[in-house]
């Protein structure tokens, strides 16, 4: 009796059913990877984003805020400085009326109904033994400039930024070319404090200063991007409260916060 004939065939290979669970799995585990990555990029994007915006809104205030503190500088056998902002007129800049202006006439981004500009006067102390502008252009050592800060996307790459251009006061001319310092600066909007002499009774725009010696503090406050090109986040509207600009309302994918702070004149003290 031949015995192999009768003990059973095993099976060879995956039935089709177990094919295709075996598939079923597979693509389920893959799906779980992919969404993983796709969440931990998202997540790095947003953090990059924020951190960025953060970084440049830090930078942005501590840069101004070290220019005003210093407004009205000048070395006593130079002169003295008659006011700490100059409020008169800088033509060719970008924008019309004076080097420190209240921004209603801004003609930089339609996106926004104004830009405030800032224009610190100050006889610069040497930096390396050279006097220079905020630029880092050379000027003479007596030379009373303006330091001019504003907001402009002078290259028209879509990017707002920080801008700032010294402007000679004795010569009423410019000492170089603009330079931008900070990028995804959006808007800038700055208020101007009152000081009786002892305390800061009141903040006002500059086109209501009447007395630009009586200024003791200024008040500013920034809308700030990360300074890219291009969005991280969904197309969403947001709005925006600046001091005494009107609202800002922005649809887009650019995330953005406010930065502001008050910084007190020292020479004013």
């Known amino acids: ?11 060879k290979g995956l039935s089709l059913i ?34 960025r915006i953060q970084e440049n809104g ?43 202006d209240d921004g209603t006439d801004a003609t ?13 006067t100050i006889d610069p102390p040497p930096d390396d033994g050279t006097d220079v502008d905020c630029t880092n252009t050379a000027i003479a050592a007596t030379a009373l400039i303006a330091n001019v800060f504003y907001i402009d996307d002078d290259d028209g790459d879509g990017i707002n930024s920080l801008y700032c251009r010294g402007y000679n006061i004795d010569t009423s001319s ?16 700055i208020l101007y404090g009152i000081s009786d002499g002892t305390n800061i009774t009141r903040y006002q725009p500059a086109d209501a200063v009447t007395n630009w010696s009586s200024i003791g503090a200024v008040r500013v406050s920034l809308l700030v991007s990360s300074g890219d090109a291009t969005g991280q986040d969904i ?18 994918r650019f995330n953005r916060q406010i930065f502001g702070t008050t910084i007190a004149i020292n020479n004013s003290l």
């Open 1 to 11: 009796m031949n015995t192999i004939a009768n003990i059973p065939s095993r099976q």
């Open 18 to 51: 177990e094919l295709m669970v075996a598939i079923v799995l597979g693509l389920i585990l893959i799906n779980g990877a992919l969404e993983m990555l796709l969440s931990s990029r998202a997540t790095f994007r947003n953090t990059d984003d924020v951190s």
């Open 58 to 100: 830090r930078f942005a205030l501590d840069l101004l805020a070290r220019n005003i503190r210093m407004a009205g500088y000048r070395n006593p056998n130079n002169g003295v400085v008659d006011g700490f902002f100059f409020d008169g007129a800088c033509a060719g800049i970008g924008f019309a009326g004076n080097c420190t």
């Open 108 to 120: 930089s981004d339609p996106g926004y109904d104004q830009f405030d500009h800032i224009a610190v």
């Open 174 to 189: 410019w000492v170089a070319g603009a330079q931008p310092l900070i990028d995804g600066i959006d808007n800038m909007q």
């Open 235 to 252: 197309s969403n509207t947001r709005t925006f409260n600046l001091l005494d600009a009107p609202q800002v309302t922005l649809t887009d």
